[in-house]
Each structure stands twice: as C-alpha cells, then as structure tokens.
C-alpha cells in the first residue's frame, strides 16, 4: 500500500481537503469492497432481529467495530497511522473508525455538521487537533450520495451551507481523500440502486478523547496475526467517550440486556 507521499499541510488547513488520486493498491481496495459487502449483509440482517448497531441515518448505515471484523481494516488503519508518522505527524492517534453503507431513501435530508470535537461552541479551541479521511471502496459521486462539503467553512466559522456555495465530492476506487473535521459536510442522497460503502476514519490529537473503545476491540482478537497486526497500532489513551451513532455497540445494547444484567450480577 503506498503511504510515502506528501501531505499539502497548507492546503488541507485552507481548503479543508485533498483527493490523492490512486493512493490505494486496486488488489487491497477490492478485498476491502468484498468485506465491505458481507459486513453490510450481515449488519442488515442483525438490525432486523434487534442485534445491529441500529445506526441509521437519511439510507445510511453506520457500522463499526471494523477492526474486530477483519484484518484488513486493521491494516489499514496502521497504514494510515505509518502515512500520517511519515509525515511527521506523530502525535495523532485512532479517534473514529467506520463504515457508512448508502441506499435510496425517500426521507433523506442533508445532515450538515463538524466532526468530534468541532462546533459552534469549541470552534477556535481546536485549529489542528484532527485529520480524517474518506476511503470510497465503491461509486462514490453526485448519484450514489457521496459527501457534500462547504469549502473554508473550517476556517471561516461565518460560511452557511444555505447562504454559501457546496458541492459534491467525487473520488475513484482507490482514492484517498483527506478532510479537515472542521469542515462543514453532510452525506448526500443515492439515486442509484446500489449500496455506496464509505470508510471514515478520524485521527485525533493524543489529548483529545476517543470516540471508539479501541482497546476493547484490541481485546476481542484473537488470531495471531490479528494480535501482531494491532501491537503497531497505539490505543492506550484516555477513556472514550459515549458515541452517538452507537457503533461499538455489544449484547448489552440489544434486546438481550436483562440478561447480560442478570448473567453478570450472578
């Protein structure tokens, strides 16, 4: 996987993105894709019988603990970790690790928002404590929904998605684009007939807490290679806070609660 190149500082901080064309291997993306398919699959049909993470927003699905699901996404979050060292930006760690599943829907709206720990309130008290990225392992255009953003609105907290120009983004399979989290986003809505997968990933600066209990996830491998893999991954961090959208979500967080209650006083 290629992760010597360069990060435009400059222009990350001013526009707020980058799209590095043909950042990922096609062989690597195309393995992603097809584990991409089957944790959808699976997660679709545990939401049915009350066991999914449950995190539904305008078509999307949002499912995590991906690091448990699959070596791959734990080499790739270390890919990402050694891209962002080789940068010299060393003191960025895991925060947020997902994959948002897009489909038609007829109730969809825009959902424009910053991401942990970013808004209105703690604007100017985080310029340059996140960095994230979009990884499209599927279409990702105008049609399949992919995400809108407003440009500078990361540096300039007055810019409005209602008064003020966004657009699309549109990226290839294989693409990596780099966002600000302080960047104003949303997803958009897919009028095409096909699942849209988007892995996000947020690296956070090591002060800051976590949105995802990673060092439960690290816990919960158990393949050698999977624990090898994980070691090069640095999670010892503060306590992660509750995360909204519900990811990491375990039995006590489904229809088997009293149970898991019971099962643990006895």
């Not at 060393?90 to 942990?116: I, P």
């Not at 995400?147 to 657009?167: A, C």
Request: aromatic letters at 12%.
């Amino acid at each position: 996987m290629v992760n010597n190149k360069n990060i435009d500082l400059e222009i990350l901080n001013n526009k707020g993105y980058i799209n590095y064309k043909s950042f990922f291997e096609k062989d690597f993306i195309k393995k992603i894709r097809d584990k991409c398919d089957v944790i959808y699959k699976a997660e679709t049909f545990l939401n049915r019988v009350g066991f999914g993470n449950r995190s539904l927003r305008n078509g999307s699905l949002f499912i995590g603990n991906l690091i448990i699901k699959s070596n791959l996404f734990i080499e790739l979050a270390v890919n990402l970790q050694n891209f962002l060292r080789s940068n010299k930006l060393n003191k960025y760690y895991l925060s947020e690790y997902f994959l948002v599943s897009t489909n038609k829907s007829k109730d969809f709206s825009y959902w424009w928002h910053r991401d942990h720990p970013h808004n209105d309130e703690n604007y100017n008290l985080y310029p340059n404590h996140s960095i994230g990225f979009f990884i499209p392992v599927s279409t990702y255009d105008f049609s399949t929904g992919a995400t809108r953003i407003l440009e500078f609105s990361n540096k300039d907290i007055k810019l409005s998605p209602t008064k003020d120009k966004s657009h699309t983004l549109s990226a290839n399979k294989g693409d990596l684009i780099i966002y600000n989290p302080k960047i104003l986003h949303t997803g958009g809505s897919n009028i095409e007939n096909e699942t849209r997968h988007l892995i996000i990933v947020i690296f956070n600066r090591k002060e800051l807490i976590p949105c995802e209990n990673f060092q439960i996830q690290a816990e919960m491998i158990f393949e050698k290679y999977g624990k090898q893999l994980i070691k090069k991954l640095n999670l010892k961090r503060h306590k992660p806070m509750g995360n909204f959208f519900g990811r990491n979500r375990s039995l006590i967080d489904t229809p088997l609660r009293p149970a898991v209650k019971i099962q643990k006083k006895n």
